[in-house]
């Protein structure tokens, strides 16, 4: 029985670690087409545009990455710890 939810914890950290891997390429893909083009228009619109997507793509890209590191604040066991905390707090007050 423990086996299987480790299992199944493990498959759930690989599905979100895979599912930003995707995020993190698309980023790159789409943020490069987006430089290329403001490269290729700069003269036209005379200032450097691309950055603004970049940054707020790339502010919840980081925050993306930090929910599926290990050492994130949501880690696999964060939701067992606070169940059993709050457990002990309400048998305190009993």
Do not use: C, Q
Request: aromatic share 16%; charged share 30%; hydrophobic share 45%.
């Amino acid at each position: 029985m423990e086996e299987d939810k480790k299992y199944e914890r493990a498959k759930k950290r690989v599905i979100n670690l895979k599912a930003f891997y995707i995020h993190l390429i698309v980023y790159i893909l789409v943020n490069t087409l987006l430089v290329i083009l403001n490269l290729m228009n700069y003269e036209d619109v005379g200032r450097w545009w691309f950055v603004y997507p970049l940054l707020g793509w790339g502010i919840g890209l980081v925050f993306h990455g930090l929910s599926v590191a290990p050492f994130g604040l949501f880690r696999p066991d964060w939701e067992e710890r606070k169940i059993k905390e709050y457990m002990k707090k309400d048998n305190r007050n009993d």
